[in-house]
């Protein structure tokens, strides 16, 4: 059966998705994959930290699924507002969702609002054009609430000079706020014990590796009641990360000039505040409560800081015309079909982190669109899917150009690529892979400009 199907989100989960409908042997599927940016890769590109490049490197597997001809990348459309889910059923069999989720949770204490969501701040340093353009890095001392991967780069990128990033792709307006930092010391804060770590051990490792951070730990946050045992003894990675962090908590400080302290059993309550400016936060000791969990001891402490980051995970975002559960965050669905108030949505699915909510890593999301897309495949086999109006594959284009909406392409893609890697070559003072180009405009420009031969 030869089936049309359109992707929307081309992050790893929407590219892992359109990889195993493209490569199935018994339909000739042909994948359009939606984007909203410029550029496709999603999280790769605009969630990352600049300085993990180990990570950034699965945009190579990714580059060669997009490199195969039933997949084409239409980027720069919003779906949901360029064109809706309702128009994309006349044009595709099925519709996969894999919009992830890009927004930051609210942290819901008193002076929370004044406290930054951890997913601006990866917006800004990753080159989003959809972030601000500077930030300010006046603060000597910094909070950042969560102990997760979010915490470690946000609190790894605060500690860094922002020399040491030049070698990464980060543009010149990110190195610019970076080297005028003034952070000293940051501390990040756990409610919970060193066993309920959200952290994989390499990249607890990894925030000790630059030579001007010392990561220190509090020799009394390192406790552990049976419950913190028994996570130890059933999970490897959570036994790795209590290993690093009591060989944090041996240390003495030593002259680096920059200090991270990770503290457990202190749950924050109040963003301190004066006027307009932060001037510390305020946490709450926990202990044991002999069940599992922890409880507040009624002893609190005020840390002097003066600027508070929340990294306390991140939420996806309704799409328009889809079925959303405001509780949880992600579109309702039963192992990826999307359900609705009265059942299953025709012909609609969904993959990733707007599948499942905002966790694991980015390898997880492979079984996730493997279960997604084994549904969508038996439902076409069982004649369940939509029939849609046109068949022609350049029939969207058609509506796309109509609407005069400048969309990137596959090959735009790799005269943005090119044009990127030209700055980094071009770079003075270090000469580097990249150099990422962030403004929306510059970006479909250097996408849609074909040189000419001459
Ligand atoms: P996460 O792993 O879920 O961690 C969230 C942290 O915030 C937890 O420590 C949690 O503590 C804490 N928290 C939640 N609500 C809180 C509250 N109200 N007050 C205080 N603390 C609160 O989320 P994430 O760090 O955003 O990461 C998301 C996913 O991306 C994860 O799977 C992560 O591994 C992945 N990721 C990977 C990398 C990498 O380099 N490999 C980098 C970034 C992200 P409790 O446990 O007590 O709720």
Redesign the pocket.
Known sequence: MSLRVAVIGAGPAGIYASDLLIRNEDHDIHVDLFEQMPAPFGLIRYGVAPD?PR?KGIVTSLHRVLDKPHLRLLGNIEVGKDVTIEELRDYYDAIVISTGAVRDRE?LIPGGDTSIGAGEFVGFYDGNPRFERSWNLQAREVAV???????L?ISRILAKTGDELLVTEIPDNVHDSLRANRAKVVHMF???GPA???F?PK?LRELDESDTIQVLVDPEDIDYDQASEDLRRADKSIDLNCQVLEQYAMREPDDSPHKIHIHFFE??VEVLTEGDAIVGIRTERQEFDGEGGVRGTGSFTDWPVQQVYH????RSEPVEGVPFDLERNVIPNDGGHVLGEEGFEDSLYVTGWIKRG????IGNTKSDAKETTDMLIADADAGKLNTPKHTDADAIIGLLEERNIAYTTWDGWYRLDEAERALGAECSRLPRERKKIVEWEDMVERARTVPQVP
């Open positions: 993990h990570i942290l609430i969560g102990v997760g991967n979010v915490a780069d756990g409610r919970r309920n770590a959200k994989t990249e749950e924050p990294a306390i995970g991140y905002p966790v694991g890593l």
